[in-house]
């Protein structure tokens, strides 16, 4: 693929400015505005070699811009013709002149780059257009309708040759080429940039525009941002890497390399109770298991977990002495003579018991570096649990039989006295007090009848018109004599004569000791039917322990969990970092606000 060559760049060098380099443009533009002023001759052209355009930056029209600045000689006036004044000399500038340098300005403000104005420069050289710096050449090529900036404008700057060759030597040889293919169509000149007067501006406005500062100042601030956001990534990845990934890192090491594998030996047993037992209410039998021992469940479970289990085990099977072993990693591993409280903190980290009330099971998990020693450690564990539970029920079967023989021998007293009390009372009245006031009671039925025979019969008497005197008064004797009877079996039954009692007082005394009697004889066989039931209930047991799953040697190491515990320790050092950095961030807002 053929590309166009590109065109060499070239700037034009101002030169030293002449004085007649400063009064050409205006005073031949003031000549030209006078109508007075005689006509000039055109001054001859100087004569120049015609020369290809060189990559250096002497300027090439000075000496035509020099020679066309000159003044021809005025004509000597004729004696007809009157005589003009002559013109003053100045700078006076035109409409079209203003107008420019007001396109000029416009132009400058628009913040063109340097390269822009030369492209301006080389687009206006192509089209013959004479421009007197760059900002003119802008000005005249937009007054022509032409845009300087156009792509199509730089491609056509490298015209080939004809038959469709392009120059050979590169840019250089074309550009020359352009430059005497214009020579020749022209009028033989070689259109070279121009220079200008010295003292004025020639350079490229060092403004910027309103739009291009606010444009840069975001682009520093936006580049300002992305600096310190990068910054502060790096430093939070240093943060992260130092307290969470290096920590993580070891962890990690310690679980797949160091940590010695540990075995564990599951187990599940539970306790019931007889069904058999014997309670007091008749629906004690139809409770669920686990709320009827519940508490015996607890209770083997806190002693299993107590230091009380561990000094046992340690007795029987060595706990300390398996854990002190060298084979054993640093940080799982004893110290060769270790403390109880040492001890019991990892017995507590490897016997792991946990107790599900919904189904009143007891899981226990036995964790050591041996599987065989860890089956021995957990039927040793069993072992004390079970001894645990029958502890527990013979506990309760003998406080069950003590209650029960107190309260048999409290019943047992309690008829005694009430029965010495019946007795007293019987005999320090010699009498039974309920037989004589029954006898009372039917004299009295007795007498009442007799007093109303006689009654009736005193009646009678004293119905007749002249009654017999001598029966009357019989009769009212009869009567007299049966109420003073009847008067005294209700004292006597009534009223407490001296040194006794009176017979109803004494009938109720002994009614009530009667009633105690009774009352102290239902205690005393309830009493002697709970010391028999307690006496059934202590010659059997009440709990059992139930082994549900034996403890069987495992074949495979279950600890440590690699990835597992990784994984945690990754999520518990970025916990921490993340609680420091809140930390951090609370206390710094706080002492800055």
Do not use: C, W
Not at 125 to 146: E, Y
Not at 366 to 383: Q, Y
Request: zero cysteines; charged letters at 25%; a neutral charge.
């Amino acid at each position: 693929m053929i590309t166009k060559p590109k065109a060499r760049k070239f700037r034009v060098k101002r030169s030293p400015a002449t004085p007649a380099d400063e009064v050409s443009p205006s005073v031949e533009a003031a000549k030209a505005a006078t109508p007075e002023a005689p006509p000039q001759a055109p001054a001859p052209e100087a004569k120049r070699p015609v020369q290809a355009p060189q990559t250096s930056q002497a300027p090439q029209q000075a000496p035509q811009q020099k020679a066309a600045a000159k003044p021809a000689p005025a004509a000597k006036p004729t004696p007809e013709a009157p005589v003009a004044p002559a013109a003053k000399a100045g700078d006076v500038s035109s409409a079209a002149q203003v107008t420019g340098e007001q396109d000029m300005d416009a132009i400058r403000k628009e913040g063109l780059t340097g390269r822009q104005l030369r492209m301006a420069r080389r687009v206006a050289q192509k089209h013959n257009l004479p421009a007197t710096s760059d900002f003119d050449a802008v000005r005249l090529l937009r007054a022509k309708g032409i845009d300087p900036f156009q792509r199509s404008n730089m491609l056509e700057l490298v015209v080939p040759q004809a038959g469709g060759a392009q120059h050979e030597g590169g840019p250089g040889n074309a550009l020359a080429a352009l430059a005497a293919q214009e020579g020749g169509a022209g009028s033989g000149k070689i259109q070279l940039p121009q220079t200008l007067a010295a003292g004025r501006a020639t350079l490229p406005s060092t403004e910027v525009s309103p739009m291009e500062r606010r444009t840069r100042e975001i682009s520093d601030i936006q580049l300002d941002i992305t600096r310190r956001r990068r910054k502060k990534m790096g430093l939070l990845i240093v943060r992260l890497a130092f307290f969470v990934l290096i920590p993580t890192f070891f962890a990690g090491y310690y679980f797949y390399k160091m940590a010695t594998p540990m075995y564990a030996t599951d187990s599940q047993f539970l306790i019931i109770q007889n069904e058999g037992g014997g309670g007091s209410s008749p629906f004690a039998s139809m409770l669920p298991t686990q709320f009827a021992n519940s508490a015996d469940s607890i209770a083997t479970q806190a002693y299993l977990q107590s230091k009380d289990a561990m000094l046992r085990l340690d007795e029987d099977a060595g706990f300390k002495q398996h854990f002190a072993e060298g084979d054993i990693d640093a940080i799982q591993r004893l110290n060769s003579d270790p403390t109880n409280e040492e001890a019991y903190k990892l017995y507590k980290k490897n016997i792991k018991i946990g107790y599900d009330p919904t189904e009143g099971v007891i899981r226990m998990e036995v964790i050591a570096a041996d599987p065989n020693v860890a089956t021995r450690f957990s039927e040793k564990l069993l072992s004390y649990a079970e001894e645990r539970v029958n502890n527990l029920s013979q506990a309760k079967r003998e406080d069950g039989m003590r209650d029960a023989q107190i309260g048999y021998d409290k019943a047992v007293e309690s008829r005694r006295e009430a029965q010495q009390r019946l007795i007293e009372l019987q005999v320090a009245d010699g009498v039974d007090p309920e037989a004589v006031i029954a006898a009372i009671r039917a004299q009295i039925t007795n007498y009442e009848t007799l007093l109303i025979e006689k009654q009736l019969e005193l009646a009678a008497l004293m119905d007749n018109a002249r009654p017999n005197s001598a029966k009357v008064d019989g009769a009212q004797g009869d009567v007299r004599r049966l109420q003073n009877a009847l008067a005294q079996l209700n004292d006597r039954m009534n009223n407490a004569t001296e040194g006794h009692n009176s017979l109803a007082k004494q009938a109720v005394t002994l009614q009530l000791a009667q009633a105690d009697l009774v009352n102290a004889d239902t205690n005393l066989q309830l009493a002697q039917t709970g010391l028999e039931q307690a006496r059934t209930n202590a010659g059997r047991q009440v709990r059992y322990l139930t082994v549900a799953v034996r403890p069987v040697p495992s074949e495979e190491p279950s600890y440590p969990r690699k990835f597992e515990n990784t994984i945690l320790a990754f999520l518990i050092f970025s916990g921490i970092y993340l609680m420091m950095s809140l930390t951090a961030s609370i206390l710094r807002e706080q002492v800055t606000s």
